[in-house]
């Protein structure tokens, strides 16, 4: 009960561990944070570049997403997990910018890892940076160079887009900017802010090329009907959430038979059960039956002889979209439905996509309450990659019915609230200065991996870009195709308001929060078998 230590060893367990101090616990922290923020950093802008990632159950990830990165590495560091904390929060709050996040982040702390050598207080540190973002968060709207003024028109949605999917696919922005703009305001609601980002599917078809992407109004599912029929036009839609075959016991029972007229009579019983059952539904005006189960081929024989329709959907998700899609009811009973349980579409057909069969339930009125994207893509990394971005711009139109203006990109922004921040410190008395000004530096990050990136000499540019904002040019940025600098608010590069301000909110918030821990109390580890060796064996194994 009582040890020998002193100290903080005489309080904890044997085999504790502690760490305190700027030393000990902040520079370690900051070292963690820097080393994930380097791992993204390269993938930052439209030539970022790509990782292969291998998750805990081997599935191979080839991408430049960083929400998709850090949720895959699985990083187990408290402080690095605050700033893929942040990471994700930015990505519920406006769904782009990830990234942005991780890498000012780790910035943040670099820059601050200087000053706390020089021999600054963090609480100074901490004051400098909460003044410094706050003064960042009021520039941005001095910085405003474009606001959508009309959602519902589809070249402006497309054009507010673009940006979001140059970042992901350089050269295809402009295809799929299109397509995406389409998609969405198929689905978009009366009121824009109830735009519902689950309504725009994706369906990837592997084959092809990019080019051979469309937009469906309905939902298309990757999987061929059931029976013979596959085509029903005006189709009037049953849906169960439950299996479509012959009833059984859910306890084993013994029925004892006396005769072959008794043995056909009970097999004869159960298929008139059936036959009744799916006459019902038949009789009910329904021509298409979707199953969330398995569909015995007695079932499938009988939905044959009424001529109707059988779809097997497995997955309970994408049966809840398809309700939404067509306006049915899942029914968990198998009987004839009412007439407010019944979906409609105006056509249900199997089609061949390249070598993959699917199943389209089309809508094509107004009202239409689902699209669908069918991606084409030759290899399933880059169909996930798209997929991914397509998610991203979706996510950014719902947050552009909030808040519609946007600010420069390729690094414009950036520079210009460095430049301001840089003049703020200057004015600001004591040492928050050092602080607000480390700050201001930690903004450079932005176009200076976009240059370096590009291939482009960041020095170079950034003192192009610096003399051009001091010339009070303020929507100069980074041309990433021909180098150098030019005004890319004209070119059309734009990001959007709400995701810079996200952005430089979430990290600074999380770099802060790493800044405030001075100690690391670790418990001793809890006893229990040790773990198994790479092939499963025991460590004493031979």
């Not at 140059?166 to 198929?186: Q, R, V």
């Not at 298309?220 to 299996?243: L, M, Q, W, Y």
């Not at 306006?327 to 089609?351: F, I, M, N, Q, Y």
């Not at 609230?417 to 450079?444: C, M, S, V």
Request: aromatic letters at 4%; charged letters at 25%.
């Amino acid at each position: 009960m009582f040890s020998n230590n002193y100290g903080l060893g005489s309080l904890l367990k044997e085999g504790a561990k502690h760490f305190s101090g700027v030393d000990e616990a902040i520079i370690r922290n900051i070292e963690a944070c820097k080393q994930m923020s380097q791992i993204t950093r390269t993938s930052l802008g439209p030539n970022g570049m790509n990782k292969i990632v291998i998750n805990h159950l081997d599935k191979l990830f080839v991408t430049s997403d960083a929400a998709t990165i850090v949720k895959e590495l699985e990083i187990v560091h408290p402080a690095a997990k605050m700033i893929v904390l942040a990471a994700k929060m930015q990505e519920q709050e406006v769904g782009d910018g990830t990234n942005l996040v991780i890498v000012l982040a780790g910035e943040l702390l670099t820059q601050a890892e200087s000053i706390l050598r020089m021999g600054l207080h963090p609480s100074e540190v901490i004051s400098g940076y909460e003044k410094a973002s706050k003064k960042a968060i009021e520039i941005l709207d001095d910085l405003v160079c474009y606001t959508l003024d009309d959602i519902r028109n589809k070249d402006k949605l497309a054009y507010s887009i673009r940006t979001v999917i140059a970042a992901k696919h350089f050269g295809y922005e402009d295809l799929l900017s299109g397509l995406i703009a389409e998609a969405c305001l198929t689905v978009m609601p009366r009121n824009p802010k109830n735009f519902n980002v689950d309504n725009v599917r994706v369906a990837k078809i592997l084959g092809s090329n990019l080019f051979e992407t469309r937009v469906l109004r309905g939902l298309v599912v990757t999987r061929d009907a059931e029976g013979s029929i596959k085509h029903v036009k005006n189709a009037k839609v049953a849906v169960f959430g439950c299996p479509l075959d012959t009833a059984s016991t859910e306890t084993k029972g013994t029925v004892l038979l006396h005769n072959a007229d008794e043995l056909m009579n009970y097999s004869k019983g159960e298929e008139n059960a059936l036959e009744k059952v799916i006459k019902e539904v038949a009789d009910a005006g329904v021509n298409v039956i979707v199953s969330g189960g398995s569909i015995g081929e007695l079932a499938l024989h009988y939905i044959e002889k009424y001529e109707m329709m059988a779809v097997k959907i497995l997955s309970k998700f994408e049966l809840r979209r398809l309700c939404r899609a067509i306006g049915a009811t899942a029914l968990v009973r198998v009987g004839a439905p009412t007439a407010e349980e019944v979906g409609s579409a105006d056509e249900v057909t199997t089609e061949e996509i390249g070598s993959q069969k699917v199943t389209i339930f089309r809508r094509d009125t107004e009202d239409s309450k689902v699209a669908t994207l069918v991606v084409r893509g030759s290899t399933q990394n880059l169909l996930d990659d798209v997929e991914r971005a397509v998610d991203d711009a979706v996510n950014v139109v719902k947050s552009f019915a909030k808040d519609a203006r946007f600010v420069p990109g390729a690094g414009a922004t950036e520079i210009e609230l460095a430049h301001r921040i840089q003049q703020f410190g200057a004015a600001t008395p004591g040492l928050d200065q050092y602080a607000i000004n480390k700050f201001a530096e930690t903004l450079e990050i932005i176009p200076r991996t976009l240059a370096e990136n590009a291939g482009l000499s960041a020095t170079d540019t950034l003192s192009g870009l610096y003399a051009a904002h001091h010339k009070g040019e303020k929507n100069v940025g980074i041309d990433v195709e021909a180098g150098g600098v030019k005004d890319v608010a004209e070119a059309g590069v734009l990001d959007h308001l709400a995701t810079k301000m996200w952005a430089i909110k979430l990290a600074a918030d999380a770099a802060l929060t790493v800044l405030r821990v001075d100690q690391i109390i670790m418990a001793k580890p809890a006893g229990g078998p040790a773990p198994k060796g790479p092939a499963g064996q025991d460590e004493y194994d031979d």
